[in-house]
Structure formats: structure tokens, C-alpha cells
């Protein structure tokens, strides 16, 4: 195994109006590998100056990045794609220490995120406004699309370059400026990407990241007057209140929250490889994903089949840590999640459900839990309405495709859902009926840089990725001139 040591980790710090900053007496905090319970690093706080100083910076900033040209802008954001792919095993390396998932995993969250600049870099020379026909001769009628100015964002650590970078870029390439708060437990893909752009020239001021107490640095940065927008990737309930606390200043917000994603099997699906690819989704990133499969809807005739499959490929799930060279699922990110997933264990066999499958903790170091499979769960069981962000999954029978969806469409969340079947009648009806941000029937097609992503329901609003990756960060205004 390579042992990671500190030497070997990112040099954690802030990032404001172009500058590294770190020391200078600012609090700091462990940052620990969730594989070993190793202190890998330390990362600074902002402290109130710097939080204004970012504020300011990126006011600054926006004044004359707003006015940037397209050509500019996608310059830089092209050449933070080049930097992205050339440093993913490195950048991947650090997440793997300090987030926990397989290197493989890690090194290639980096290397498709750099598709997200890229498509960002073309997207922006795209933003065009409209001429409207007048009414009256000598009148002309503009719609304009305009940045919407200082964004403040906050992004989560399971997927801590994905979920950053898809932010940065689409406010930079709208022309706006941003502050970025990233996971405190798993910082140093953040601290990565402000060194590429860096790197690539980007303008000081026009992207600024800070660190701190979660709820102290959103609480500010949302009041503030100089922010006029707000971006977030999170649980439920953290994303309500930021939510709401950006609606009450009228700030416009873009959330993504989670989900408990069903999966309807049907009879007439291939089986097998519905079995082979659910398998392969569940346990990635070790189930911490806002669109991991969790409920799992198999039809009468199919089930005995399926669940034979999918418990088949979970045997050969080499759990351990993310740099080992045959790990397939690492350590879940928090010491504070084992607790957690053991409650859904507790709960479905005091409810009754069969436990086929793991349910346990590994070891005692580090944060590993066993890939766990529970059968016949009641739909008012944890595992059925709760999102679990772990390893675990609840699989039951149903009889028909409306008795499936009922089932699907039960809970508030709607984030993603996945269905097989090879009937297009069938695939048609779910493509309809399931209430959810994203569906993919027959295959894992979501998150890519060309197609939206978001959510309905509690799961939050506003997309990210697609031709919709500038829609909320521009402001629409209306222009009509005489003579």
C-alpha cells in the first residue's frame, strides 16, 4: 500500500483576489484520511477581513469581468480543462486522502469534470440576447442576457472537484465572479482547482475561495448586499435554510439537494445487466452519491434472477483503502456516518426485513462499512424513505408497472431515478410518470457536461450542466429605444 503522508498532501489555504493565503494566526482544522483516522493537513479559516476582502475583491472584479470578452473567457476556462486533465492523478490522489474513494475513482472525477470547462468555454460564446419586431415604426425592442453578478457558492465533499468546478465555470463563463466555500473535510480538490486557474490567468478577485464554520460563512456571505446569487449542493435540510435565507433578501438561488433514487426492474428487462450496472452505481464513491440507486422495485417474475446477480457481484467488492491497487469501494468520508448507516441495519431488523447482505463495520481503523443489501423492508422502513449516503439499499417485489411508480413517486424527493425494461411502451410510461429532476432508463446517463442536471420536489431547483448552465447565473433585461 502507499502510505500517504503529509508531505505528500495539498498545501491547504485561502485563495482571495489572487492570492494564497494561509498562517497570520487564522483558526485551522484537522483534516483527517477517513481510510487511516490520519491527520493529513491542516486548513485555515477566514476570518471575517478575509471574508470582506473576498466580497470586495469579487466586487471589484465583476466590474470589469462582466465586460470581458467571450473569447477571453473561454481562453482560460480551455486552458483550465488542458491543466485539469494533465494533473488528475495528482489532484485525484489528494481526494483519495483526504475524501477516501479508489484513486481510480478519484482521478477520474477529475478528468470528466475537465469536460465541464470545456463545454462552459463554448456555452459562454454562446450567450445571445434578441431583437423583438416593435408595434410602432421607429422603435427597437433588445433583450439582453446579462451576469447577475457576485455569486456566492457552497459545494459538498463527496464529489469535491465535480461539484466545485461545475459552479466556477458556469458563473465565470457568464461572466460573473464568485466566492466558494468547499467541504472543510475533503478541501484540497477546491484548493486545486483555484491553483489552475491561477495558473491559466484568470483575473485576481474573480474567484475567491474561503474556508470556515459552514453556518458562519454562508450566514455572511448570503447577507451580504454585495452577493446576488447563490449556488449550493447538499442535504435537504441544510439547503432549506440557506433557501430561505436567500429568499428573504430576494437573492435567486440554484439547489441541489438529495434523493433516494428508486430503480424499477421490470420482467421484460435484460436482467443481468440491470443487475451488473445497479451494482456497479450503488457502491461507487461507496454509496455517498445524491443519485445513488437506493430503493430498488423488482418485478415478481424477475427478482429471484436479479437479486442473485447483484449479490453476486458484490462478493468480489474489494473494500479498503482508496489507494490500494485492488480497492473497488474505500472508507465512507465520516467517522460520523458509521453510526448513521448501523441505524438503517437496526431499523429493518426491528421492522421485520432481511438482511442478505452485509450490515456491518470493517475493522477498526478507518471508516469502512460492508456493502449491505436488505430484502422485504415496509416502505415506512429507514431504508425506504430516508436517504442512507452509504453502501446499504432496500430491495423489494412488486406486481405492476403502476404499483412500481406509486411506489417511486411515494417519497418528497425526486432527484434521479432508474428504470429497465424492453418494452418502449413501458420505458415510455416511466419516462413520464417517475416525478424526478433526471430519469435514465436502461443505462447510467446523467451528469455529463452537455445534459442538465437538477432535481423536483425536495430535491431542490435550477440545473447545472446543458445549454441551462448559464440560465442561473444571467439576468434577463428588456430594452426598447425611439428613434
Known sequence: MDTPTKTTYEDLCLYINGQFLKGGGRKESDVLNPATDEVIGRLPHAGQADLDLALS??????????????IERSRILRKVAELSRARAQEIGRNI???????????????????????WAAEECRRIYGRVIPARSEGVRQFVLREPIGVVAAFSPWNFPY??????????????????????????????AIARLFHEAGLPPGCLNVVWGVPSEVSTYLINSPIVRKISFTGSVPVGKQLAAMA?????????????????????????????????????????????????????????????????????????????????????LAHKRRMPALASFVDDANTRGAKIVAGGHTIGDKGNFFEPTVIEDAPDDSKIMKDEPFGPILG?????????????????????????????????????????????????????????????????????????????????????TQKG
Not at 436482467?271 to 445497479?278: K, Q, R
Open 96 to 118: 483519495t486522502m483526504d475524501m477516501g474513494k479508489p484513486l481510480a475513482e478519484a482521478a477520474g472525477e477529475v478528468t470528466v469534470c475537465s469536460e465541464h470547462a470545456d
Open 162 to 191: 465535480n461539484q466545485a468546478i461545475r459552479k466556477i465555470v458556469s458563473a465565470l463563463g457568464a461572466g460573473c465572479t464568485i466566492i466558494i466555500k468547499g467541504p472543510e473535510d475533503a478541501p484540497s480538490a477546491v484548493v
Open 247 to 331: 429568499a428573504s433578501l430576494m437573492k435567486p438561488s440554484t439547489m441541489e439537494l438529495g434523493g433516494q433514487s428508486p430503480v424499477i426492474v421490470m420482467d421484460d428487462a435484460d436482467v443481468e445487466a440491470a443487475a451488473d450496472i445497479m451494482a456497479g452505481s450503488k457502491f461507487r464513491n461507496a454509496g455517498q452519491v445524491c443519485v445513488s440507486p437506493t430503493r430498488f422495485y423488482v418485478q415478481e417474475k424477475a427478482y429471484d434472477k436479479f437479486v442473485s446477480r447483484f449479490l453476486d457481484k458484490i462478493k468480489g467488492l474489494k473494500v479498503g483503502p482508496g489507494l490500494d491497487a485492488d480497492t473497488k469501494m474505500g472508507p
Open 395 to 479: 430491495l423489494k417485489k412488486f406486481k405492476t408497472l403502476e404499483e412500481a411508480i406509486g411506489k417511486a413517486n411515494a417519497l418528497p424527493f425526486g432527484l434521479a431515478a432508474y428504470a429497465f425494461t424492453s418494452s418502449t411502451k413501458n420505458a415510455t410510461t416511466l419516462g413520464n410518470a417517475l416525478e424526478s429532476g433526471m430519469v435514465t432508463i436502461n443505462h447510467l446517463g446523467f451528469a455529463l457536461a452537455e445534459v442538465p442536471f437538477g432535481g423536483v420536489k425536495e430535491s431542490g431547483y435550477g440545473s447545472e450542466g446543458g445549454s441551462e448552465t448559464f440560465d442561473g447565473y444571467l439576468v434577463t433585461k428588456f430594452v
Open 57 to 70: 475583491s469579487a466586487q471589484k472584479a465583476f466590474e470589469s469581468w462582466k465586460k470581458s470578452s467571450p
